[in-house]
């Protein structure tokens, strides 16, 4: 069975700074991947998403993300982080085959400081 | 127009009240969803329309009834709920059924908070 892991529940980073959040997935072939941010009571916007090709996939407000077939790993990346960028990120995941729900990780909440 | 529409965004009902949730699309798109997402948790699947037609029922309690009138709009019937139902309801579209055709991605709207007292 397909499992996606957010390793980090909370993570902090200064305004300006970098920010990299953590996604493993679990799944015997190559994935579809996808980046969802929420902000507060708020519905689910994609940012990113990865089906096939470059590995390095660009996204909406200036994230990026890297598929590393070798690690499993889907990490979401920003080079400089705004105060609006506070949020929950959720990185998931569906077959690339047959029909299959979004299996979604569990989430990593932004928090951004002054 | 990438957008999906809910309504209302917040409601407070009893127990004993009937009460149904709107969501609109005007993408095209013929698979539509309820999610169902308590606080810091993520989206829960309930329901999947494909086609207009009801094509997966996450083992979802009767008190939750979906509707599917036409291509554009999925509405969803709440009867007799719990304080445990209290949660973020969310309607999501896509182009297709997740994974029967590819780069499909799921485009969802911003909730509607429900509150059963």
């Known amino acids: 069975a397909q499992s996606v892991t957010q390793p980090d529940i909370h993570i902090t980073v200064s305004e300006g700074a970098s920010l990299e959040l953590r996604c493993n997935y679990s799944?015997?072939?190559?994935?579809?991947l996808f980046w969802y941010v929420q902000s507060p009571g708020q519905g689910l916007q994609l940012l990113l998403k990865?089906?096939?090709?470059?590995?390095l996939v660009q996204g909406i407000k200036g994230f990026e993300a890297e598929f590393k077939r070798s690690q499993s790993s889907f990490n979401l990346r920003k080079p400089s982080v705004h105060w609006s960028d506070a949020a929950e990120y959720f990185c998931?995941?569906?077959?690339?085959?047959?029909?299959?729900?979004?299996?979604f990780g569990t989430g990593t909440r932004l928090l951004v400081s002054p | 127009d990438t957008e999906v529409t809910q309504t209302p965004k917040h409601l407070v009902m009893g127990m004993t009240n009937k009460k149904s949730l709107k969501c609109e699309q005007h993408m095209g798109h013929r698979a539509m969803y309820w999610y169902k997402q308590k606080a810091k948790k993520p989206p829960e699947l309930m329901f999947v329309?494909?086609?207009?037609?009801?094509?997966i029922n996450e083992s979802v309690p009767s008190r939750f009834s979906p509707e599917c009138p036409n291509s554009s709009l999925l509405n969803l019937h709440l009867h007799a709920l719990q304080p445990e139902d209290s949660a973020l309801y969310l309607c999501?579209?896509?182009?297709?059924?997740?994974?029967?055709?590819?780069?499909?991605?799921?485009?969802f709207g911003q909730g509607t908070r429900l509150t059963v007292v």
């Open positions: 799944y015997g072939a190559t994935p579809y």
């Open positions: 329309y494909s086609y207009e037609k009801l094509s």
């Open positions: 990865y089906f096939s090709g470059d590995t």
């Open positions: 998931a995941l569906k077959r690339n085959t047959g029909f299959q729900k979004l299996v």
């Open positions: 999501a579209s896509s182009q297709d059924q997740l994974g029967r055709t590819m780069n499909t991605e799921a485009f």
